[in-house]
């Protein structure tokens, strides 16, 4: 048998003790032991309910029990569950999470310090909710170069373009939905801003390349400027409005982005819909693979935490080896990003003017759209559009991955 505890009992947390509860007996199987949880910590107090019993408030008391060998940390957020982690694993017990602030920010040194002694921080749950990607990452593609990792790493965002797209629903309605449905970041700036993703774009990358990116390195676009219009523009191009987390290895230097893109029904993530993401990676003797499921949400995410501790159980005596060189990696400067710019401009813009700036674009007309039209650019540099840009005056514009 081995003893864990759950710190956080909120969305995750509770779908950590649901799962174990459940599949008790298989999950047993699978790690050669039984799995028991033997504290929760939480703040609150829980009545009625059975973990009532195993509840605890002082942190100090899971540390000094020598009989917890794993520490699953879903509370979020980075304070306290930095401090947490760090004693837990110089204790010299494991450590599961699903918190993809505190692996962005730390994960490099917590891998270290859980070397140091001999025990494993995995954090699988961190991207892309119950969608195996960090394991792949770390133990599959192994023989692979990655060119591209691109990514829908999102729930919240994903279900509330899905909605807006499908049922013309409002943005407000649907991000309460999503938080209702337990999707939503505490602070739904984070899903919307797209800061929850640019953290996933930013440890995927770490990982593919074993070396720190730090987030703040990251340009970050959300999808709150996105409107109806925008939507019904990518419906007359056979596409949809995806928030796109990117990172693309060329020539040497390693370009990373977070923002709305319009991508074709085609595309591989152009089908991946409501709180589902999808995440295809690029290798250069694989070639392209997907990885696809739910990407928030409580047992889906808990799913992922639990494999953790059933890999941690069956690791009690070894580290798992992950590279993640704490020096930080140089991105690609942003300007020399390159894509096709979707484009909206008043009626009072000519063709003319676009064509002098542009040259030959394709034009786009959306049904019910009035005193405005659309248009395609080729391939182009961020900055050579910022420079180009200037001359007209748009509405908005939106990347596209056509
Ligand atoms: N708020 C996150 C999402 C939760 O919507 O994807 C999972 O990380």
């Known amino acids: 048998m081995i003893q864990i505890a759950v710190l956080g009992y909120g969305t995750v947390g509770s779908g950590v003790v649901e799962v174990i509860a459940k599949n008790h007996d298989s999950i ?15 703040l609150r107090e829980f009545p009625g309910d059975p973990v009532q019993d195993i509840l605890v408030h002082d942190y100090d008391i899971i540390l000094k029990d020598p009989e917890v060998k794993i520490v699953v ?29 505190l692996v962005a920010a730390h994960g490099a040194e917590l891998l270290a310090i859980a070397k140091e002694h001999n025990v494993n921080f995995l954090f699988e749950a961190s991207v892309g909710g119950g969608i195996p990607i960090i394991r792949p990452l770390n133990q599959s593609l192994t023989a692979d170069e990655v060119t591209e990792i691109t990514g829908i790493l999102n729930g919240t965002t994903n279900y509330i373009l899905s909605k807006m797209t499908d049922e013309g629903s409002d943005f407000d309605s649907v991000l309460k939905q999503a ?31 074993g070396q720190q990116v730090d987030y703040q390195d990251i340009y970050t676009e ?12 990518a419906k007359a191009m056979d596409g949809a409005i995806k928030l796109l987390g990117t990172s693309k290895s060329i020539g040497g230097k390693v370009y990373c982005m977070v923002a709305p893109f319009i991508i074709g029904r085609d595309h591989p993530l152009g089908s991946i819909n409501g709180v589902f993401n999808g995440i295809f990676v690029n290798g250069n003797m694989v070639g392209d693979t997907m990885f696809y499921g739910r990407g928030a949400g409580k047992l889906p995410t808990a799913s992922a935490v639990v494999a953790d501790v059933v890999d941690a159980a069956k690791h009690e005596d ?9 020096n930080k990696m140089i991105l690609g400067d942003k ?5 096709k710019f979707f484009v909206r401009v008043k009626d009072a813009t000519s063709k003319e003017q676009i064509k002098t700036a542009f040259g030959d674009v394709q034009y786009i007309t959306a049904e019910g759209v009035q005193g405005e039209y659309a248009f395609l650019t080729d391939k182009i540099s961020e900055k050579e559009f910022e420079e180009k840009i200037q001359s007209l ?4 514009r939106i990347r596209t991955a056509f």
């Open 28 to 42: 047993a199987k699978r790690a050669g032991k039984e799995i028991s949880v033997k504290y929760v910590l939480d």
């Open 222 to 233: 959300g999808i709150t400027k996105i409107t109806e219009t925008d939507i019904r523009y």
């Open 318 to 326: 070894t580290n798992i080896m992950t590279i993640w060189d704490p």
């Open 73 to 101: 940390e879903v509370m979020g957020g980075i304070n306290p569950a930095y401090t947490f982690v760090k004693n837990a694993l110089e204790e010299g017990k494991h450590v599961a999470t699903s918190n993809k602030e």
């Open 335 to 339: 300007d020399e990003f390159t894509c």
């Open 393 to 396: 005056d748009m509405i908005c």
């Open 179 to 209: 938080q209702e449905l337990g999707y939503a970041e505490r602070n739904p700036e984070a899903d919307v801003e797209g800061y929850d993703a640019c953290r996933k774009i930013a440890i995927l990358t770490s990982l593919a390349y």
